[in-house]
């Protein structure tokens, strides 16, 4: 009896993908488990795998096209007797082996269709992925055999090339929802500087024994999320959304943390950050960071999120102003830490310096609220002594 493959259930607000790359061809003799397309959507990647064995019949969608939740991708066929191959038995003893290479679905079945060895092939990140599999697979490049010494020919004057491309799912969305985002709020930015000096140094004092019982060491965006917890439970509306003509305050702490990853940005969430302590948090940070860069984030770690934090200093930033990921009503924005003169009682010093920023939906936020909310980041991040108090 013949089945239909189809798009499965995509998560939370996500209705449409892309077909991004056939895993089986027409024809090929599958079997339970086994992946056969892969769809791009505007979240993450993922695979859609057969749920029996068979026979991958007529396929209704070729690759770059867009489908939604719920259509068919392709036909699964009853397979004919003697044409699926038979999962091969493990005998019962076996030489010792090496720990196979952590890899994603996808890069082992990238590397079985290039006849690449998995195990050859360098990881960029924890796991191998596609793209690695793919640039060990590329052929070398061959040097051109030298047929004259006379100089190349130079193109005319005023011959520019252009490529095009077509957007992926993920950069079309996100383009998408940030002018939806300045459409639908009504969105103001409100600025604040702070001086870095007390947390940087308490984190040269206890950064040694941090590692030493966590494993771990601490990091300035740990900090940043504790101290946005709690001028979040001072300012509740900051962390509440609007629901039609209703407010609907959030009681827990879900803190989005925005991460620049290959195919875009991405916003997967620390869920009740507010009982996860600073090991917690640091640890959290880096793993969502670890697997946004290798690809292994799924729609469950980028749903939800009460209010969002984005670092653009890493990338040198100095000031920006962050827009809204809805239906959030805030987003703070961290920025590069630089040595500025400022006056101190009187006195003149250089110190390590950081600009804020608080973009907020103005319909739900008053200003007075947003001035006080980046005010209270300040106070916890220049004494850190209040973040322990007020926990």
Do not use: C
Not at 50 to 57: E, I, P, T, Y
């Amino acid at each position: 009896m013949a089945t239909n493959i189809v798009v499965p259930e995509l998560g939370e607000s996500v209705v449409e993908a892309r077909v991004a790359k056939w895993l089986k061809k027409a024809g090929d003799s599958v079997v339970a488990g086994d992946a056969l397309v892969e769809l791009e959507t505007e979240k993450i990647d993922l695979e859609v795998s057969a749920d029996r064995a068979g026979v991958l019949g007529e396929i209704k969608h070729q690759e770059g096209a867009d489908v939604k939740v719920g259509e068919v991708l392709a036909i699964l066929e009853d397979a004919l007797a003697g044409t699926v191959p038979e999962v091969p038995k493990v005998p019962k003893v076996q030489e010792p082996q090496a720990a196979e290479k952590k890899a994603t679905p996808t890069a082992k079945n990238v590397a079985r269709a290039h006849d690449v060895s998995i195990e050859s092939v360098p990881a960029a990140g924890a796991r191998v992925t596609k793209q690695d599999v793919l640039k060990a697979a590329a052929p070398a490049p061959v040097a051109a055999p030298e047929v004259s010494k006379a100089p190349s020919p130079k193109a005319p004057a005023g011959d520019r090339s252009e490529t095009r491309e077509r957007m992926s799912k993920r950069r079309a969305t996100i383009a998408r929802r940030l002018v939806e985002a300045q459409h639908t709020a009504a969105m103001l930015t409100t600025f604040n500087e702070v001086d870095m000096s007390a947390l940087m140094a308490l984190r040269e004092r206890r950064k040694d024994a941090f590692l030493k019982k966590h494993g771990v060491g601490v990091g300035i965006a740990s900090f940043f999320v504790q101290a946005a917890i709690g001028a979040l439970k001072a300012f509740p509306q900051i962390n509440a959304e609007i629901q039609g003509d209703e407010i609907v305050y959030k009681h827990y702490y879900d803190i989005g943390m925005a991460v620049g990853a290959e195919g875009g940005l991405v916003v997967p969430v620390l869920r009740d950050a507010d009982r996860m302590g600073f090991a917690g948090i640091e640890l959290g940070i880096r793993d969502v960071a670890a697997r946004a860069k290798n690809g292994t984030l799924t729609l469950e770690d980028l749903k939800g999120g009460t209010f969002t934090i984005t670092n653009g200093g890493v990338f040198g930033s100095l000031m920006s102003t962050p827009i809204l990921n809805p239906p959030q009503v805030g987003i703070l924005g961290l920025h590069k830490i630089a040595d500025r003169v400022v006056p101190v009682n009187g006195q003149i010093v250089i110190r390590p310096m950081m600009y804020l920023a608080l973009s907020y939906d103005h319909r739900l936020v008053d200003g007075r609220e947003a001035v006080q909310f980046l005010v209270k980041i300040k106070e916890y991040i220049e004494d850190p002594a209040w973040m322990l108090l007020d926990a």
